[in-house]
């Protein structure tokens, strides 16, 4: 083996080994929650040295969680707000997105700024008012409220703007002179050309309404409409806290994130969108 060989190898091993341990730095805590959920009441989860693997496995931590909170309810809330959210996020982005990145207006670039530039002000500082708007909108204790400051999000128009711009101009002019609408243009056109980054920003917005607590904590009071984030807040009792339970709670709010991803990062693959266009 020569020298360059065998320098070659020690740096991918030295790069294998740094990023099994980042790996392992970030799913210990995912472990260690896991292992905390499947532990019986008879383990001690603070003993000294700490127990990594439970004695007795057992999912009566998941079925008392189950059972004696509505965590049905809480799951159908969090679904339901996560999917209408991103739905509403993808359409109002990309319909926002498109004439900044296709059409030439008088200050559409003072517009994009304007808009990227709001990216910098942090949620804590609109939320008073918009909290005001919401229940002066009547849209209080409702499932659109919880949704209303996630209907469109300036780092949605930017990366849609973005994938916009990268379509080929042929496309357009050609679907154009086909006697295809700007509205056409955007549904049949576009919208499938940018596919990756709308499936990109669908996961984004997935999680950070999935994971919200702070808005629904604020604008919702009836615990029907409690979503998972608050149910296990809500585990974390005045008088009483088994982190079992709350560990079970945590894991069965992370379970459809995973599953999300996992089932939508195969779709997260760059697309040749002028491999149609013959020059």
Do not use: H
């Amino acid at each position: 083996m020569s020298f360059s060989s065998r320098n070659s190898l020690f740096k991918n091993i030295g790069t294998y080994i740094i990023l099994s341990a980042i790996a392992v730095a970030t799913l210990f805590p995912l472990f260690w929650l896991l292992s905390t959920a499947l532990k019986s009441q008879s383990e001690n989860i603070f003993q000294s040295p700490p127990q990594l693997l439970p004695s007795q496995p057992t999912l009566e931590n998941f079925v008392n969680v189950w059972q004696s909170n509505p965590f049905g309810q809480y799951l159908f809330n969090s679904t339901f707000v996560a999917v209408l959210t991103v739905g509403l996020n993808l359409l109002f982005c990309a319909l926002a997105a498109y004439p900044l990145a296709r059409l030439s207006f008088a200050g559409r670039d003072w517009i994009f700024i304007a808009i990227i530039s709001t990216i910098m002000i942090p949620f804590q500082i609109v939320m008073i008012p918009l909290y005001i708007l919401t229940v002066q909108l009547g849209l209080r204790n409702t499932y659109l409220g919880m949704i209303f400051p996630s209907l469109a999000s300036a780092f949605g128009i930017f990366l849609l703007r973005q994938a916009f711009i990268s379509v080929p101009k042929e496309m357009e002019e050609a679907a154009r002179m086909d006697g295809c609408s700007e509205l056409g243009i955007w549904w049949y056109v576009m919208l499938p050309a940018v596919r990756p980054a709308l499936v990109t920003l669908a996961i984004f917005v997935f999680i950070g309404s999935w994971s919200d607590f702070l808005w629904p904590l604020i604008v919702i009071q009836d615990e029907s409409l409690y979503t998972l984030p608050l149910g296990v807040a809500k585990l974390a009792g005045t008088f009483s806290l088994d982190w079992r339970l709350v560990a079970a709670g945590s894991v069965i709010s992370i379970v459809p994130v995973m599953l999300l991803f996992l089932f939508l990062q195969r779709y997260i693959v760059p697309t040749e969108t002028g491999s149609g266009v013959k020059g």
